[in-house]
């Protein structure tokens, strides 16, 4: 049996195909397009997992939908009859997309792949709890879900137990702490679905000194963390803004706008939203505990990409465990809408491995076999340096502990947001200057935004406070105390100060407030990187990397070679892994568009 998950038209489309039962690939349209967050039809995302499977359309048993379009509409066309006439432009810009696609997807989708069997549809929050739920490792859990919106819903509780999940109740729009927090990302200058980790990133740098004003103003959180907006401050019901003057009131001027200075107000602001969004979800997680009885906890849905508030639950919590979907926003609802049609359409029984989920590492996008690199790299010209399996990792290794940038590609690629060893950009943690050059000459990026790093997992304990595993960089932990440094008290500096302190023996991993967002790497789930790692250990006795997601700000992790090596000859990474081949930036052609294409990144 072949069912195919589908996630698009609002942003972050995927496609995800199971094969009784099991995860056979998942992957983001956006990886193919070259369009972050690309909201289109994920044909290339299906062809792909159609290929992975190695059928055809006609072998789908079937399709399912990751949201139910007419209840989302119904949504839609309420909150614009409410605020009417205020909301006729946003309307007229909606309505085309509405009645042209969206209203039509069983149309859309035989036109597309050539199905001729039925689609389903699941609801959107649904959608987000099988997700959470089913690939987790374990047999029974509660379940909680939080994003901006899905038909009605923004957040929904309930439990799981085998195949079974029983949903109890959900929150629903306009009340969201999904769209309050994209709120705040829009009126500190980022962009609404895509910078609200860089709005978590900023938050050490602030004091909390709005929290009681938007406890007071904008939002009524009651015990069981249900909350209710203060619909005056915000202008998304009609608007094509998230936010109106009086909230500009509130907060001591206007919106800041994008690729603007960052003032003390808006890290003042970051770190007000991230501990009202923290109290917030303790207060749900306590609330779910208490309905649920459970020891463990299953969590998607954009919110739960929040490893900040991940990590206080994990550490000040009521559950045992938890466990967080990779992929936890809409991307995701593809592989939970196909897991739900197994379960609990065809009423199909899991397969629990206690200790292990059945997300595979997430890494479950196209690989590059050797033959194909190599044939790429002749094809060009490019030089390369064949490397021995026997000497691979330690030379990787090398290059690292030299202070070098490593682009590294090699197996299958990722699903989800975060880079985790497949698609990723390596370096020293040891160094300062580390953090800066990844940022202003790798990334092209703000140079506030803390990078992550990968441990061995089973060294983790000895780096950073946290007891047990975390593959899929969604837990945030504080740095070993003895490995931290001294401080002197913050005396108003700015950021580009407070970036050149020192604050640990890994400081290029430290954030501000001494944390890190971690990533624990399994020896068994990805090999190849395990023992990069290993061979860094032995040159340096660091049993750490940095690592962040191959790309540069604006663009999507990269998916093959062709998109490796042009980012690696955009940037100024010093080394590019492509699988068994290296290759050395002073040993390539020279790109001439390098510098113009930094130039224009970088204005944009």
Known sequence: MNILGISCFYHDSAASLLQDGEIIAAAQEERFTRKKHAPRFPKNAIEYCLDEAEIEASALGYVVFYDKPILTFERLLMSYLTVAPKGLRSWLEAMPLWLGKKLHLSKIVRKEIGYEGEVLFTEHHEAHAASAFYPSPFEQAAILTMDGVGEWATAIYGFGKGKEINLKKELHFPDSLGLLYSAFTYFTGFKVNSGEYKLMGLAPYGEPKYKDIILKELIDVKDDGSLRLNLLYFDFLGGLRMTNQRFATLFDGPARKPETQITQREMDIAASIQAVTEEVVMKMVAHVHKE???????????????????????????????????AAGDAGGALGAALSVWHRFLENERNVKPGRDGQQGSYLGPAFSNGRIKAFLNENNYPFQALNPTERARIIAEKIAAGKIVGYLAGRMEFGPRALGARSILGDPRKMETQSVMNLKIKYRESFRPFAPTVLEEKASEYFEIDRPSPYMLLVAKVQEKRRLPQSPDKGQGILELLKVKRSDIPAVTHLDYSARIQTVNREVKPDYHEVMSEFEKLTDCAVVVNTSFNVRGEPIVCTPEDAYLCFMRTE????????????????????EAKEWRKDLILD
């Open 292 to 326: 649920t009885k459970q020891k463990y906890l299953c969590l998607a849905g954009g919110v739960a990409l929040n490893c900040v508030a991940n990590g206080c639950i994990l550490r000040d919590g009521p559950f045992e465990d938890i466990w967080i979907q990779p």
């Open 573 to 592: 990474m010093d080394v590019l892994v492509l699988e068994d081949f290296l290759l050395l930036k002073e040993g390539q052609p020279e790109w001439e």
